[in-house]
Every structure is written in C-alpha cells, then in structure tokens.
T-cell receptor, first 109, second 113 residues
C-alpha cells in the first residue's frame, strides 16, 4: 500500500460542477501539499497545509490530521482546470516529500 | 517559478553514455531535489541536497549521482544511461524543506535509446 493514496485516479466533469479530489496518507506529516500539473509538464504548488482549511479563488483545500485525510475542492469548475492534481506529504523526520500518483481531471465545456 | 531553470529540456541519448542534467536557481534556497516522473508511479525522489556538498539519496538513487558545489547549481548525472532511465526529470527547491512551499523546474525529458 502506498503511503499516499489519491482518489479518484481519473475524473471527468461538466463545466460548472463542484469537484472533490481526496488524499489519504499513512504516515505522520509536517505538511501536506496540493500541486497542479498541466499538459506539457509544469508543476505548480497550489496549497501547503498543516491544519484546517485554505482557500484561493475557486480552490479550497482541507486537512483532517486525526483522520490523515485531505480534500481539494474546485467550485464552478472550468475547462482550464483540466490538469493532473497531485497530493504530497512531508514527514516529521525531515525534508522529503512523498507523492500520490495524481488525479487526472478533465472538465468538459 | 522561484528562478529555477533546468537544462537540457529535452535530450535523446544512447544506452551506456553519461548524461548530466543541470538545475540552476537564482534565489539561494537551501533545499534542492531531483525527482523522476513515470506513468503509474508519480514523482519519486532520486537525490536531494541540504546545501553545498551536502547531499543524500532518495528512494530511486541507483544509477544516479549528484553534485552541489555551489548553492545555485544541483547536477544530476546518469553515469551510464539505460533505457529504464527514460523519464521526465524534475528539479525542485524549497526554502526549509517539506514544511514550506516547494517550487518545480519545468522538467527535462530524457530518452535513452
């Protein structure tokens, strides 16, 4: 079992829909990161969380430390949100990150 | 993008040849990382560095070496490239490790034929 599990692996939505991507992890962490990777490869950091909730525009990220679970929500989804969304966790013992395999999101017009 | 550049961006090389990928940053960040990304595996850590001449192995370090003689440059070397090292390689930097925002380079596509 991977230390970081994302679900779903693939997600197709219609423009305007509310989207949720989930991330579960099995190790103690100091921080959890949500990343976005567009076709062509560039990876951008969306959020870094250690507790609670963060919001940026239409994106919301939450984390429940006790349940070792985080969610990334996209409100009013748009085709430009189509990308791979990656969850990564940083352990308490050092500076290394462990990554999930990513969720491929496709938003159709 | 935190001033990260990777070179080369694309390379095709023959099996058995040495290859060096360069990661250059302009903001003197301490932590630098090399990852590879393959279908079905996500990003996997090859090597990382805490500072000049201070490096350590990641989970997939076999066949790779690194050097960091200056804060701004982190070099990844494939001593003798194999087809299994065909991949996309990403350099990343962080101010203080996993507890802070991480920034990625644009990636280097390597094909070993």
């Amino acid at each position: 079992k991977n230390e970081v599990e994302q679900s779903p692996q693939n997600l197709t939505a219609q423009e305007g829909e509310f989207i949720t991507i989930n991330c579960s992890y099995s190790v103690g962490i100091s921080a959890l990161h949500w990343l976005q990777q567009h076709p062509g490869g560039g990876i951008v950091s969306l959020f870094m969380l250690s507790s609670g909730k963060k919001k940026h525009g239409r994106l919301i990220a939450t984390i429940n430390i006790q349940e070792k679970h985080s969610s990334l929500h996209i409100t009013a989804s748009h085709p430009r949100d189509s990308a791979v969304y990656i969850c990564a966790v940083g352990g308490t013992s050092g500076s290394r990150l462990t990554f999930g395999e990513g969720t491929q999101l496709t938003v159709n017009p | 993008d935190a001033g990260i550049t990777q070179s080369p961006r694309h390379k095709v090389t023959e099996t058995g040849t040495p290859v060096t990928l360069r990661c250059h940053q302009t903001e003197n960040h301490r932590y630098m990382y090399w990852y590879r990304q393959d279908p079905g595996h996500g990003l996997r850590l090859i090597h990382y560095s805490y500072g000049v001449k201070d490096t350590d192995k990641g989970e997939v370090s076999d066949g790779y070496s690194v050097s960091r003689s200056k804060t701004e440059d982190f070099l990844l070397t494939l001593e003798s490239a194999t087809s299994s090292q065909t991949s996309v390689y990403f350099c990343a930097i962080s101010v203080t490790g996993a507890g802070n925002t991480i920034y990625f380079g644009e990636g280097s596509w390597l094909t070993v034929v």
